[in-house]
């Protein structure tokens, strides 16, 4: 089942509703989300003093429930930046083999 950690910043007014309602509100609000596309929400965490304000770990996140993230969340202006990483067992990454390559020049 595909992996994908994301990474995000609030918009300040989307600071104001955490502050507000709590992270543990918009845990609950994004784990719904992710169900209703298909996907399940592992885990979130807020990061203080990093560059990124919550990192999440979505199982099942496939390209189309990706798509459907981005047309449901970024119209809203919430998430000013974000970054997702397809994340592997080492064992998954392991299994992998395959295909044929060229270097440059080679």
Known sequence: ?????LHGKYSPEAWSGVAAEG???????VR???ESLGASLEAMYMLPGANWDFMMIVDNASAEVMA???KL???TGSVVEQNASV???????DAGSGGTYRAPGQ
Do not use: Y
């Open 87 to 93: 994340i592997m067992t080492t064992e998954e990454f």
């Open 68 to 70: 459907n993230l981005k």
């Open 32 to 34: 719904a989300m992710f």
């Open 1 to 5: 089942m595909p992996k994908i950690v």
């Open 73 to 75: 969340v970024g119209p």
């Open 23 to 29: 992270a543990s509100s918009r845990e609950a609000s």
